[in-house]
């Protein structure tokens, strides 16, 4: 019984690695916070918990005195009139040589990771977010609707990254004026 577990524990802790390795999950070489900073308008992600039925969903990033970065991530539930629910949290970059690997925080002292995986360098008009885990994934843009030839194009480049598509939800987000 005692080596059938220790047999079941390899198979899920290899299960496990080979999953992960499938995604590529390298982030940008470099970021430049303050251009970083701002508000990003949420075009698509895959469906979760803390995020569900939201549409015009957008995350905005501040600077703290304390050298950390305040995240507010709202949006509203079911639909544009429907309840405005709004998350506040904190992020860091622990280690200045991997700008692109965040961590976020929205309880306590428990850090998830947010990687900026794909970025317009030129302008930080879009980027592509994701995690160590293949259930996370987000495409941004800094206005809420997104050009649809950059929208495959990050299809494209997620997809090429070893992420399944088949679960990305489109956000709903209001017109631009």
């Known amino acids: 019984m005692k080596t059938a577990a220790t047999l079941f524990a390899i198979?899920?802790?290899?299960?496990?690695?080979?999953?992960?390795?499938?995604?590529?999950?390298?982030?940008?070489?470099?970021?430049?916070?303050?251009?970083?900073?701002?508000?990003?308008?949420?075009?698509?992600?895959?469906?979760h918990s803390f995020e569900k039925g939201l549409v015009g969903v957008t995350a905005t990033y501040s600077q703290r005195k304390n050298g950390k970065i305040k995240v507010i991530n709202q949006g509203y539930k079911n639909s544009f009139s429907g309840k405005h629910q709004k998350a506040v949290g904190k992020a860091k970059i622990p280690n200045p040589a991997f700008p692109g690997n965040f961590k976020v925080s929205f309880f306590w002292i428990f850090y998830s990771d947010y990687l900026v995986m794909e970025l317009d360098t030129a302008d930080y008009a879009w980027a592509l977010i994701g995690s160590n885990s293949p259930n996370y994934l987000w495409i941004l843009s800094r206005t809420p609707q997104l050009d649809e030839e950059v929208y495959r194009e990050l299809l494209n480049k997620a997809e090429k990254r070893g992420y399944n598509l088949d679960k990305l939800i489109k956000v709903e987000q209001k017109a631009e004026k």
């Open 11 to 47: 198979m899920l802790f290899m299960g496990c690695a080979n999953q992960k390795e499938m995604i590529n999950t390298e982030t940008v070489k470099t970021l430049e916070l303050n251009k970083y900073l701002g508000t990003w308008y949420e075009i698509a992600r895959f469906p």
